[in-house]
């Protein structure tokens, strides 16, 4: 199995992770999550991963709480790639959903 580990600048303050394992052209399990750093410590807004064996999309709120989304009609190599785009798309979107709630 290969594993590989990305981090994407998107701007000074956000950063996109990405964390994925391969076996042969199988995906086998991964991880890209956003985060923006706050007070020096980068914080992720939104993760997708396939932690309990099943892809899905944690939205996560500055107490810690999450929203789970489950992505249960997709193979992981497609949930990886959706993972990818929603993130290079929408980061702007989550980032301000995210600070609106944020309390400094």
Do not use: C
């Amino acid at each position: 199995m290969k594993r590989k580990e990305y981090v994407y600048i998107l701007s000074d303050t956000d950063r996109k992770r990405h964390i994925h394992t391969r076996d042969g052209k199988k995906i086998t399990d991964f991880m890209v999550q956003y985060e923006v750093l706050i007070q020096g410590k980068w914080l992720p807004v939104v993760r997708y991963d396939t932690a309990h064996g099943y892809a899905h999309k944690d939205i996560i709120n500055p107490d810690g709480s999450k929203q789970k989304v489950i992505l249960g009609e997709y193979g992981y190599e497609e949930a990886l790639t959706i993972a990818d785009l929603d993130v290079n798309q929408n980061w702007q979107a989550y980032k301000s959903r995210y600070m609106g709630r944020h309390s400094t």
